[in-house]
């Protein structure tokens, strides 16, 4: 399971697609996902980036809902089918975005290392809360109250602080190519540690 994280721009997203485009290239059965869901709870939480933000309470009680749901339901099954499982955000991302609203960032980890499924990668794409705020601003036309350089900064120092033997950090100012790169090498890395074969590289078996 590979999880990338990281502030909003930081290019997560494109990074997801490409990682499961390529792994899935060499006959991996990839599950492509992200956090919010598209479930009750994630919708709920999208609403009120933009339409009225809950209360800082309101807003971590949805996320552990929607997580919860989301490997229960996905998560867990993918893995167990054998399955390469990558989510755009995950769990780090409540730690950091509710840690910078007033909550103890290790309580956070603790409370969802409970429900969800750890990793196998990690991935941080590290970016400047001021970078970031130019290149959503160019993507979306607009910042909401979740993109604000404050808060943004808080953000990422908390996810900076995060210390996982998975985990591995990149600049995301750099080219995207490279990038994705640097990240197939950590997944083959992460893939050969755990004794998983490239499909492609075997290639199918006679009778």
């Known amino acids: 399971m590979l999880a990338l994280e990281g502030i909003d721009g930081a290019g997560k997203s494109v990074q997801a697609r490409a990682i499961s485009a390529a792994l899935a290239a060499r006959g991996f059965e990839v599950v492509l996902t ?24 309101e807003e971590l009680a949805a996320f552990l809902q929607d997580r919860e749901q989301h490997v229960r339901e996905l998560i ?29 960032p290790e309580d956070l980890l603790r409370r969802n290392e409970a429900i969800a499924v750890e990793p196998h990668l990690l991935v941080l794409l590290d970016l400047d809360p001021a970078t970031s705020l130019g290149r959503v601003d160019r ?38 190519a490279e990038l994705t790169a640097e990240i197939l090498a950590a997944v083959d890395r992460t893939l050969a540690a755990r004794g998983i074969e490239n499909p492609a590289a075997t290639g199918p078996t006679g009778p």
């Open 34 to 57: 992200h956090e919010p869901t598209n479930g009750p709870w994630g919708r709920l939480l999208r609403e009120s980036a933009t339409r009225g933000r809950l209360s800082p309470a």
């Open 76 to 104: 867990r099954p993918s893995l167990a089918a054998g399955k390469v499982v990558i989510t755009d955000r995950y769990y780090f991302s409540t730690v950091a975005y509710q840690g910078a609203r007033g909550f103890d």
């Open 139 to 176: 993507r979306d036309g607009r910042t909401n109250e979740f993109e604000q350089l404050a808060e943004l900064t808080r953000v990422r120092e908390i996810f900076l602080g995060l210390r996982k033997p998975y985990l591995l950090r990149l600049d995301a100012a750099r080219p995207a």
